[in-house]
């Protein structure tokens, strides 16, 4: 991922909480395997991409702080069986993970100049590694649970899974659990840093102002990371 000076965070932090507030991300790989759709437009092996839940895996003491860097860590996740992709994932085959955080139109309209174009603000992180399928069935099972303990803990529903737990383990056949090792990280941070103090402050009020919950996301984002008062 290609990032402007002026969108790089000096955080890793941020990184690390992109990704486990927006656990819903994208793993690409070279090729999907298996029904000949390995093809592309020029002969080579066509990319393909699954959006998938995806976390850090947690250690002993339960999940990694985001202040404990991402290289050398771990991402864990599942895939459908019926889906073809994990057939085309062979070990230490290196692989990308991205996580989108929140992101939105910026008009020209909120700038109050002319002349302007529109944009679009954004916040995303980009997780390469190698790839690793888990065939154990016990791990398989706590990469689910772990999956499950995360995005339960952040949508702060409390769902007492003991009447599904068998039911959850019948279904164990039909994933394929894999993990990443961590090598690169890249990511995009684009919340009008290019502009004057002023135009950021616009910027902000327009998203925080806005009917539209990703938006409000983004206004509280910029607030933090350009340090804007309310």
């Known amino acids: 991922m290609h990032t402007p000076r002026h969108f790089r965070t000096d955080d890793p932090a941020r990184e690390a909480r992109l990704i486990r507030e927006n656990p819903f991300g994208l793993i690409v790989s070279a090729g999907a395997g298996g029904a000949g759709s390995d093809d592309g437009p020029a002969g080579g092996i066509a990319p393909v991409a699954t959006h998938v839940p995806m976390l850090r895996r947690p250690g002993p003491g339960g999940p990694p702080a985001d202040d404990e860097p991402l290289p050398g860590t771990m991402i864990i996740g599942h895939l459908a069986r019926i889906n073809p992709q994990w057939k ?131 206004a509280a984002l910029m607030a933090d990371m350009l340090d804007l008062s309310a």
Request: hydrophobic letters at 40%.
């Open 88 to 218: 085309a994932l062979r070990p230490g085959q290196p692989v990308l993970a991205v996580f989108l955080g929140p992101d939105g139109y910026v008009s020209p309209t909120v700038y109050g100049s002319s002349p302007s174009v529109p944009t679009w603000n954004y916040a995303a992180v980009h997780v390469t590694g190698t790839v690793r399928l888990v065939d154990d069935r016990d791990e398989a099972w706590a990469i689910i649970q772990a999956s499950v303990d995360a995005t339960e803990a952040y949508a702060g529903t409390d769902w007492d899974r003991t009447p599904s737990v068998q039911y959850i383990g019948k279904l164990l056949a039909a994933i394929v659990a894999f993990e990443i090792t961590v090598t690169e990280v890249r990511s995009t941070f684009k919340l009008s840093q290019n502009k004057p103090a002023e135009t950021q402050r616009r910027v902000h009020a327009s998203f925080a102002r806005s009917r539209h919950g990703r938006d409000r996301e983004l």
